[in-house]
C-alpha cells in the first residue's frame, strides 16, 4: 500500500510505501498523482517491501516517471541494506531512461528532506 502525506512546512510531497507493492500500484501512482505533486518529493521506501521487483519493472517506473513528473527533486529512503541498494538500482535506471530528476538515495529521513530543501 502507498500513501500520499504533504510535510507542509517543507512543501514536499511524501509517498510511503507499507508492505508488498506491486510495480502496476507504483506506475498508478506516478501517472495519476505525479502531476499534483509539490516541486520536492520524498519516496519512503522503509516499511516497504520491493523484494519481487524485476530489472524489467525499474525500467518500467522510470518510464513511467519519465512521462509524467513534473518536480524538480526526488529523494528514495530505504533503511534496510536490501532496499537501499535496490533503490540505488532504481536511479541509475532512471537516469539512463532520460528522467530528468535530481535524485538521491538515504537511510535517514531527515538527511533526505536536508538534501531536498538545498
Not at 17 to 25: D, I, K
Amino acid at each position: 500500500m502507498i500513501t500520499r502525506h504533504l510535510i507542509k512546512d517543507r512543501e514536499i510531497t511524501e509517498f510511503v510505501m507499507e508492505g508488498p507493492t506491486t510495480v502496476a500500484e507504483m506506475v498508478d501512482i506516478i501517472k495519476s498523482q505525479y502531476p499534483t505533486v509539490t516541486k520536492l518529493l520524498l519516496w519512503n521506501l522503509s516499511a516497504g517491501d520491493v523484494s519481487s521487483f524485476t530489472e524489467d519493472d525499474m525500467w518500467r517506473i522510470a518510464g513511467a516517471a519519465k512521462i509524467h513528473s513534473v518536480h524538480e527533486k526526488t529523494a528514495f529512503l530505504g533503511e534496510s541494506p536490501f532496499v537501499f541498494g535496490m533503490l540505488q538500482m532504481y536511479t541509475s535506471h532512471s537516469e539512463m531512461a532520460g528522467v530528468p530528476l535530481k535524485m538521491e538515495v538515504f537511510r535517514d529521513r531527515d538527511e533526505a528532506i536536508e538534501w531536498l530543501e538545498d
